[in-house]
């Protein structure tokens, strides 16, 4: 008998079946109901001994999560870096192909997610969700390659410091779209954390104006900002709708349909706008390395991207990446021969210090505890990262729960 997924609220998520074998329809229809049912209680009385315990203001600080999710940041943020580094080497050789550089990355997605999810789901159950499903994960997929290719085109019409600025529109998205849609209500120790992040990324800015780094005045600069404006809108929009993917859905799934999707985007895309700056690019040895660092480190980028959306937030996401530009001038030292202004170490412990503040105050389950899941987070997955996993592991330490379950999804 096959079972529908459904989600009640604003938004339709993505559905699937789960095919129940042995025993007779009866017996698997209310077998399945009372899994569930009992799975739903354990959850309950877990989330209840969790959030029962004595909290301080600084208890999140102190739990295992929130180093876990503040490391995580760092290491995006240097991934963002990285990715930046191979492009400029890429630039510096005269090969400049956005849109065809990066369809090489969601092919390895592809190898990866859609090979790992055909052989969990087979290609049946597969096909199921592509045909009902598939649409949500377009748009997904779209509105990702958007936000890609839309930010580096700016880069060639204005000047870094007015990208960078624009760029700040993400956050903005990811607040009002998770604020309206998700039911996400964020606290004041959250606000001031991701100001103090902003204020951090503003001294960042600074420096780089005082030194005379920000570019200079750019091609067109109102056509380079209104491109940046898009792809930063695409970017806010894609965080927050792949975090509520996740949260809903095992993360290969997901991976497995952006890359697929993404693949076939992206390479239509190079197709008709990189066919120029292809075949007019230097192609060498070195080209060649430099492009497979850049989807390597870009495809261990998506890759971690679900673990920070579930453990915490795209907002808390977006403000981790705002430390790339230090990462960015670190890196520049040793390679280009930068130098560093003295504000850039300020600024650095100005974004650390609002990361830190952005978890003052709040649930010793932090952001893992998603509103649009419901109370006991019933239309969740129990993933790594998930509050409904932590619930469930307290109430199988108290033998409440299964040691295993099927719902303990990647």
């Known amino acids: 008998m096959a079972e529908e997924y459904r989600k009640p609220g604003q938004f339709q998520g993505p559905t699937t079946t789960v095919e129940v074998t ?21 959850v309950s009385h877990g989330l209840q001994q969790i959030e029962a315990k004595k909290v301080h203001w600084y208890s999140y600080l102190a739990t295992t999560d929130f180093w876990i999710v503040l490391l995580l940041g760092q290491v995006l943020a240097l991934c963002i870096t990285a990715t930046n580094t191979f492009s400029t080497f890429l630039v510096n050789y005269g090969t400049s192909i956005p849109a065809f550089q990066t369809v090489f990355m969601y092919i390895l997605l592809s190898l990866i997610y ?13 096909g199921k969700i592509l045909l009902k499903d598939g649409w949500k994960y377009f748009i997904l997929s779209f509105l990702d390659v958007q936000g890609n290719y839309f930010t580096v085109l ?19 998205v990811v607040v009002i779209i998770s604020f309206l849609l998700l039911r996400v209500r964020y606290k004041i120790f959250q606000i001031i954390g991701i100001l103090l992040c902003c204020g951090g990324m503003g001294i960042l800015l ?45 993360m290969y799934e997901v991976l497995s ?37 850049y989807t390597l480190v870009l495809a261990f980028f998506y890759s971690v991207v679900p673990f920070i959306f579930r453990i915490a937030s795209a907002a808390f996401y977006n403000v981790s990446l705002l430390t790339g530009n230090f990462w960015g001038t670190i890196i520049g030292i040793h390679v280009f021969g930068y130098t560093i202004h003295f504000l850039y170490p300020i600024a650095f412990v100005c974004i650390i210090l609002g990361l830190t503040v952005y978890f003052l105050a709040g649930s010793i389950l932090g952001e893992s505890k998603k509103p649009w899941l419901g109370d006991n987070q019933e239309e969740g997955i129990a993933g790594f990262g998930t509050a409904k996993l932590k619930a469930l592991n307290m109430a199988r330490k108290q033998g409440l729960a299964p040691t295993s379950s099927a719902e303990n999804a990647v």
């Open 22 to 42: 042995g025993g007779s329809t009866n017996e698997s229809r209310f077998g399945s109901a009372d899994n569930e049912h009992a799975t739903n209680e354990a």
């Open 114 to 126: 859609l090979t790992y999810t055909l052989y969990v789901y087979g290609p049946k159950k597969y």
């Open 154 to 172: 700016a880069y060639r019409y204005t000047n870094i410091l007015s990208a960078q600025l624009i760029n700040f529109w993400a956050i903005v």
């Open 206 to 250: 600074a420096s780089d104006h005082i030194q005379g780094t920000n570019g200079g005045s750019g091609e067109n600069m109102v056509k380079g900002d209104l491109f940046a404006l898009l792809g930063a809108t695409c970017y806010g929009l894609t965080n927050v709708f792949e975090e509520w993917y996740v949260s809903k859905r095992p």
């Open 257 to 293: 349909f952006m890359g697929l999707f993404g693949m076939i985007i992206n390479g239509v895309q190079a197709a008709i706008f990189d066919r120029e700056s292809f075949q007019q690019a230097t192609w060498n040895g070195e080209v060649i390395g430099y492009l497979v660092g």
